[in-house]
Each structure stands twice: as structure tokens, then as C-alpha cells.
């Protein structure tokens, strides 16, 4: 049996614990103890950067952000949809998941953080949302496990009428704003809708073939 290699270790600002892990060529975050995303288990946050992004193919200078950098599947599928000139802009309030998904020796992102489009911010998602009011065409939320964290209690500000207002404000016209939640929440799409914005929500397996659902709510 392949051994589990730890390879870095963080807090976020409330003192939870995330572990970097490597197994048998696949890497994965766990915060105290519990799996939180694996490289083996990421069609749901491509999916969540596909229906952002691929309408935008053609917007030129379009710009899109992305709140949660998590293991890079997001940006990177972001980048893979948008065109030569547009922004993805990345919050990241944890600097050494920004640093991790930085190091060459991991397999992980740091070929797609030196593609010219791309900011990484490290910062609080709903900071960078206040300072950016109508600045993107596209808005990416995948912070902690959606409405319903498990890592930090202020990440629920981000789905808080405030934070969808917030949120909306960020929005250029005709905005987009993906959300991936780790399951159904009922009354955050109702929060969503009335707020004003349309919402669609697509149930996604972890894995193309196997794993747990999680669900994206396409709000416009």
C-alpha cells in the first residue's frame, strides 16, 4: 500500500486545520481530519467554471472571478473557455493553498497561475466582491462547502442576503453568478430568488462515474 504523504499544513483565520496530502499520485485537503476536495473527484468544480464561462468565449475583455482557488480545477477550466483578453480574477484568503497550487514540484495549478490572464488575490472573496462593484461578467463561488461550510463561520456572510447583494452589485450587465454548494439548499435558492435573480440548479457527480451529487446554482 502507497503511503499518505503530508506535505504542508495551514489555519485558516478561526483556527481550523487544512493538510496537504499526496497518495499514489493524486492530492487531496482535508480541514481537521475530514476530506474536503481530491484531485480524483472534480467534475463538479469544472462544471461550475464551464456554465460560467463558455458563454463568454467570444465577450472580448471579459472578466471573471473566482472565490476559493481550493486545488486550481476551477481556474483551470476557466481558462480552458475564455478568450486571449479576458481577466480571472482568484480570491484565496488562505496563503499557503495559494502557495501550494503554486510550487512546480506538485501537480497542481502553477502552469495556469502564470498564464497572463490570470490574478491571484490574497484576500477575502466578499472584499474583493466590495471593491469590484460592476467589474465581472462572471462570478464563481466555491468557498468552504457552499451555504452550509464546515471550515469558518464567516464564510456564511458570503450567502447572507447581504453577501448576495453584495455579490449582485460585482455583477456587469446581464452577470452570471455560479455557486457550487456540496448539496440541495432550499432556502438559499429561495434567498437567490428573492433577491431578483433567476436560478437554475444542476445536480453534479464528484466523479464522472462515481461519488456523491453536489449542486450548482446558476443565478441571473
Request: with cysteine; glycine share 8%.
Amino acid at each position: 500500500m502507497k503511503p499518505l504523504e503530508r506535505l504542508g499544513e495551514a489555519k485558516t483565520p478561526d483556527g481550523t486545520v487544512l493538510q496537504l496530502y499526496r497518495h499514489d499520485g493524486a492530492y487531496l485537503i482535508r480541514a481537521d481530519g475530514v476530506e474536503l476536495m481530491s484531485t480524483r473527484r472534480h467534475l463538479s468544480e469544472d462544471k461550475l467554471a464551464e456554465v460560467a464561462c463558455a458563454p463568454l468565449k467570444a465577450t472580448r475583455g471579459a472578466r471573471v472571478l473566482i472565490g476559493g482557488l481550493g486545488l486550481g480545477f476551477t481556474l483551470r477550466e476557466a481558462l480552458r473557455h475564455l478568450g486571449p483578453d479576458a481577466e480571472v480574477v482568484v480570491a484565496e484568503l488562505v496563503a499557503e493553498v495559494i502557495e501550494w497550487n503554486a510550487n512546480p514540484d506538485y501537480a497542481l495549478s502553477s502552469e495556469a497561475m502564470a498564464d497572463p490572464r490570470v490574478r491571484i488575490v490574497h484576500d477575502d472573496v466578499s472584499n474583493v466582491l466590495r471593491k469590484n462593484v460592476g467589474g465581472f461578467n462572471a462570478i464563481m463561488l466555491d468557498t468552504d462547502n457552499g451555504p452550509e461550510g464546515m471550515i469558518m463561520k464567516e464564510n456564511s456572510r458570503l450567502y447572507a442576503v447581504r453577501g448576495i447583494a453584495n455579490t449582485m452589485a460585482a455583477l456587469r450587465p446581464n452577470g452570471t453568478i455560479a455557486y457550487w454548494s456540496v448539496g440541495d439548499d432550499p432556502d438559499f435558492e429561495r434567498s437567490l430568488q428573492n433577491a431578483g435573480l433567476q436560478v437554475k440548479a444542476m445536480k453534479v457527480r464528484a466523479h464522472a462515474t462515481s461519488g456523491p451529487y453536489h449542486t450548482l446554482y446558476i443565478a441571473t
